[in-house]
């Protein structure tokens, strides 16, 4: 296929080319693919994903408004897929998962096993806890996810993200300080690092 601009691959979707679609799909597939398996680290939900958003794509072209290069355009419908489908799926659990071992990798010294039992349901408590924006954001944030990503993705200020990151991080301090005195500054400082600003 010869190469086209955007508004000229827009017209030919529009008017229902299939093999440009084609096209577009065999390009761009492996990398999305990519992209959501180093998110999810899932070799189904990554390739359903993939697909949700081709189709959404094929289903969109009549009004489909694309100011970027289509590659730009497809990663960040990727990048938004998969934030939606943390937020929705797994998450959770996972990034309990997550700050529990690289906390224990951390500081292997001072919490045993049964301590790092105990502190991941005081985390599992607390985040659960959160007003639903709050959960979702600090779970974002350990996802590795920006302040600009989860903004645009969730439809609040940078700010308001920022903001709730910072209380999230106050509550856990308090519950950590409350539940587990003894190793509640380690965690604090560690969270602290996990949370890059």
């Known amino acids: 296929m010869k190469y086209m601009d955007v508004p000229e691959l827009l017209d030919q979707l529009k008017a229902g080319r299939e093999d440009v679609f084609s096209s577009i799909f065999n390009a761009h597939w492996e990398g ?3 992209e959501a398996y180093y998110r999810l680290k899932n ?21 489909l408004e694309i100011h970027t290069t289509l590659a730009a355009y ?11 489908h943390i937020t929705r799926a797994r998450l959770h659990q996972d990034v309990i998962d997550h700050l529990v071992f690289q906390m224990t990798v951390f500081e292997d010294s001072i919490v045993d ?5 105990e502190v991941q349901k005081t985390l599992e408590d607390a985040v659960a806890s959160f007003p639903e924006n709050m959960r979702d954001i600090f779970l974002l944030r350990n996802q590795d996810f920006t302040v600009a990503e989860i903004a645009e993705a969730l439809g609040l200020s940078s700010q308001t993200v920022k903001n709730n ?9 308090t519950v950590l300080a409350e539940k587990h005195p003894d190793i509640s500054s380690s965690l604090y400082i560690f969270l602290l690092l996990f949370i890059k600003s």
């Open 32 to 34: 999305l693919f990519r």
């Open 165 to 173: 990151t910072s209380e999230a991080l106050k509550r856990l301090k």
């Open 113 to 117: 096993a049964i301590a790092a039992g």
């Open 74 to 84: 497809l990663y960040s419908a990727m990048k938004y897929r998969v934030i939606r």
């Open 43 to 63: 070799y189904n939900e990554a390739q359903d994903l993939v697909q949700d958003v081709f189709t959404d794509f094929w289903q969109r072209r009549h009004s």
